[in-house]
């Protein structure tokens, strides 16, 4: 059984923060790597920010980068997002997905690469 259950989302004022929530239980608790992403309505789904489980380096995609952050408490088996100075272009439902296998010097940062997804967790950003 596999299961990742995010939380923490909600409606906020522009330019305000939320910290998004993953749990991860069953065989997701021993991935690789934990990863954010987002899906608007009507656009695809988006990479945002990945961290390798174990040693805890991350990467952020180039549209978040400085404004959200990825975190990982091992003994409670969740990954965070924190975001700070929310957009109204940030409103979407955001997942975490959970990856296996090693990449090397690369980063797993399509769609594709995640086998495991939690059910998402809708945020709105007013303006």
């Known amino acids: 059984q596999v299961q990742l259950v995010e939380s923490g989302g909600g409606l906020v004022q522009a330019g305000g923060s939320l910290r998004l929530s993953c749990a991860a239980s069953g065989r997701a608790s021993s991935a690789h790597y934990m990863a954010w992403f987002r899906q608007a309505p009507g656009k695809e789904r988006e990479f945002l920010a990945v961290?390798?489980?174990?040693?805890?380096?991350?990467y952020y995609s180039d549209s978040v980068k400085g404004r959200f952050t990825i975190s990982r408490d091992n003994a409670k088996n969740t990954v965070y997002l924190q975001m700070d100075n929310l957009k109204p272009e940030d409103t979407a439902v955001y997942y975490c997905?959970?990856?296996?296998?090693?990449?090397?010097?690369?980063?797993?940062?399509?769609?594709?690469?995640?086998?495991?997804w939690g059910q998402g967790t809708q945020v709105t950003v007013s303006s």
């Open positions: 997905a959970a990856a296996f296998g090693l990449y090397g010097s690369t980063w797993p940062v399509g769609r594709d690469d995640y086998g495991y």
């Open positions: 961290i390798r489980w174990m040693i805890g380096s991350t």
